[in-house]
């Protein structure tokens, strides 16, 4: 029989429900070339980046918790502060996400696409911006969930609108924002940010039709006659509902989530870097709604590593202190576009600069336009 791991596309009908929906026993190594890269293929290597990050990391947060960071300079003070207060404010986020990656790479394709719609369409993107609106994680948690989708089959263009409507959309998020900024600021930047997403979606998705970018090797055709709830019936009923069976999948969410928290981590270790040496408050004074505020606002939200939670009240402050809603829109948007950590994170997914390039390339224009149109220029 063919499977995922032949030259050919598989023709034979997706195994039945009681079968492992994968044909890999573990998830496969974002850059290999095949879904079922040697067991052993992840250990050629010491992963320098991850563990580097990690122990840097590690060291600063247990300097501030246990009070011992007051003994070095000033700016490792504010680098181990930084680092307790970027994990307090994600974790709960990087593990909810790393359980729906978990869960996720045990749901057939079948079941995802049947979800997600049909790749390549404007319903499969709109089908993917509301899945990323009503999921309520933050903007790195999103971005593990994002690549487990990619991995599972999802278009290129439904996965881009996943990840740009997703990270501030949350219920949770949206309250706050509400309290901030008021209901109708609130609602303008959640349909304007769809707009985007949706905008975005289909034009990744006409990119990668017009060869442009290269499609998702993933992806994969509904079987004729398919039906969503018998099949979610199917596979539910097979399910081993023993003591193990949350270990297991928190095992497995850790290893297909490794490749972002190797950048999320790094980007912690930048970020506080950043904090240390540049203050952000110095920045205020320019953030108004001129050209040279947006200007100065897009580059800000480049470079600084800011979680969903953590963007919310800046952005915040740029619409009530700063007067310039369009650059508290723009804060939040092009810090998802531009983000490093998910153009690095795209780019081990992918396995194509191209592709984690044109994310900023397409995204930015749009809410540079937005930003204007409602600074009042």
Same mark, same amino acid.
């Given at each position: 029989m063919s499977d995922c791991c032949s030259d050919k596309p598989?023709? =034979?009908?997706?195994?039945?429900?009681?079968?492992?929906?994968? &044909? &890999?026993?573990?998830?496969?190594?974002?850059?290999?070339?095949? &879904? &079922?890269?040697?067991?052993?293929?992840?250990?050629?290597?010491?992963? *320098?980046?991850?563990?580097?990050? =990690?122990?840097? /990391?590690? +060291?600063?947060?247990?300097?501030? !918790?246990?009070?011992?960071? @007051?003994?070095?300079?000033? *700016? /490792?003070q504010t680098m181990s502060h930084g680092m307790q207060e970027l994990i307090n404010s994600m974790w709960w986020g990087v593990v909810l996400a790393a359980i729906f990656v978990g869960v996720l790479g045990r749901i057939p394709q079948n079941l995802i696409t049947s979800v997600l719609g049909k790749g390549g369409t404007f319903r499969g993107v709109w089908r993917a911006t509301l899945a990323g609106v009503f999921?309520? +994680?933050?903007?790195?948690?999103?971005?593990? !969930?994002?690549? @487990?989708?990619?991995? #599972?089959?999802?278009?290129?263009?439904?996965?881009?609108?996943?990840?740009?409507?997703?990270? *501030?959309?949350?219920?949770?998020?949206?309250?706050?924002?509400?309290t901030l900024i008021g209901l109708p600021w609130t609602l303008a930047f959640i349909l304007l940010s769809l707009?985007?997403?949706?905008?975005?979606?289909?034009?990744?998705? #006409?990119? /990668?039709?017009a060869g442009t970018l290269p499609a998702n090797p993933a992806s994969s055709e509904l079987p004729e006659n398919y039906r969503f709830w018998p099949e979610l019936k199917g596979h539910w009923a097979q399910v081993d509902w023993r003591p193990g069976l949350v270990v297991e999948v928190l095992q497995e969410g850790a290893r297909g989530s490794r490749m972002v928290l190797r950048w999320l981590l790094f980007g912690v270790v930048l970020?506080?870097?950043? #904090?240390?040496?540049?203050?952000?408050?110095? %920045?205020?004074?320019? %953030?108004?709604?001129?050209?040279?505020?947006?200007?100065?606002t897009l580059v800000m939200a480049t470079i600084i590593e800011v979680c969903s939670e953590g963007s919310t009240p800046?952005?915040?402050?740029?619409?009530? #202190?700063?007067?310039?809603?369009?650059?508290? %829109?723009?804060?939040?948007?092009?810090g998802v576009a531009t983000d490093y950590t998910e153009v690095m994170v795209l780019k081990d997914t992918t396995s194509s600069w191209k592709i984690a390039l044109y994310l900023p390339l397409v995204t930015v224009p749009q809410v540079i336009v937005i930003a204007l149109l409602l600074n009042g220029f």
């Open positions: 598989a023709k =034979a009908p997706e195994p039945p429900a009681s079968v492992s929906s994968s &044909c &890999c026993p573990q998830p496969a190594a974002p850059a290999a070339d095949s &879904c &079922c890269a040697p067991a052993d293929s992840a250990k050629t290597s010491f992963d *320098w980046l991850l563990w580097g990050s =990690a122990s840097a /990391v590690g +060291l600063g947060y247990a300097l501030h !918790v246990f009070g011992l960071a @007051q003994h070095f300079p000033a *700016w /490792v999921m309520d +994680l933050c903007s790195h948690g999103i971005l593990m !969930v994002g690549m @487990q989708l990619y991995q #599972r089959g999802a278009s290129l263009g439904q996965v881009m609108a996943f990840l740009i409507a997703s990270p *501030w959309n949350s219920l949770s998020l949206t309250i706050i924002m509400v707009v985007i997403a949706l905008i975005s979606g289909a034009v990744f998705d #006409r990119l /990668v039709a970020a506080t870097l950043l #904090r240390s040496f540049v203050s952000l408050e110095n %920045f205020q004074d320019w %953030f108004g709604p001129t050209m040279v505020g947006l200007l100065v800046i952005a915040a402050d740029l619409l009530t #202190r700063a007067n310039a809603p369009g650059n508290s %829109f723009a804060f939040m948007m092009t």
